[in-house]
Antibody, heavy 121, light 113 residues
């Protein structure tokens, strides 16, 4: 079955970077795109960016432009999200979510369980 | 402040029908972009509930339905059950002079009384 398995929880200091991985299985990785969405405690879902796993093209939310980098390793069927210059407001659960169609405005049909990132001095 | 506006909470008794609204604008829902809905049970990841305004993925009960009109969309749940108690989020796409992004509503907490 289609599955997205994310890396474990992270604790980082302000100013550091974090890299979260999302390993896909059960489907052809390069035929889909992958979104990254975060959710701060008690807050709404917030879209960060996505990557076309086939050609590596990315698009980022203006809010995170310059701080977020999304990459993929097709040989490992894994997508990565790296967020730099971390601050306390970045404390959140970070989700990867598959896009079944590489179209603007599409939906996210399969989600990872989430990775908790805590930013604290 | 979310680009898509949802009521913070709704409630209903078992067996009743509730609706959750998602209000956007001419740069997102009103521009023709589809609306999708997700259910998030406490402590879990979101789950796709409705896609393309009114389509249910396999496995989602037909008690859940979606609609879209103008700059708004709605999720309706009939025959409320205790296990429906969750947070519900609408999602669309917004394209304006300030940029283009996938966007989510602020979420609605459904309480089954």
């Amino acid at each position: 079955q289609v599955q997205l398995v994310q890396s474990g929880a992270e604790v980082k200091k302000p100013g550091a970077s974090v890299k979260v991985s999302c390993k896909a299985s059960g489907y052809t990785f390069t035929s889909y795109a992958m979104h990254w969405v975060r959710q701060a405690p008690g807050q709404r879902l917030e879209w960060m960016g996505w990557i076309n796993a086939g050609n590596g093209n990315t698009k980022y939310s203006q809010k995170f432009q310059g701080r977020v980098t999304i990459t993929r390793d097709t040989s490992a069927s894994t997508a990565y999200m790296e967020l730099s210059s971390l601050r306390s407001e970045d404390t959140a659960v970070y989700y990867c979510a598959r896009a079944p169609y590489i179209v603007v405005g599409g939906y996210m049909d399969v989600w990872g369980k989430g990775t908790t990132v805590t930013v604290s001095s | 402040q979310s680009v898509l506006t949802q009521p913070p909470s709704v409630s209903g008794a078992p067996g009743q029908r509730v609706t959750i609204s998602c209000t956007g604008s001419s740069s997102n829902i009103g521009a023709g972009y589809d609306v999708h809905w997700y259910q998030q049970l406490p402590g879990t990841a979101p789950k796709l509930l409705i896609y393309g305004n009114s389509n249910r993925p396999s496995g989602v009960p037909d008690r859940f339905s979606g609609s879209k009109s103008g700059t708004s969309a709605s999720l309706a749940i009939t025959g409320l059950q205790a296990e429906d108690e969750a947070d519900y989020y609408c999602q669309s796409y917004d394209s304006s002079l300030s940029g283009s992004n996938w966007v989510f509503g602020g979420g609605t907490k459904l309480t089954v009384l």
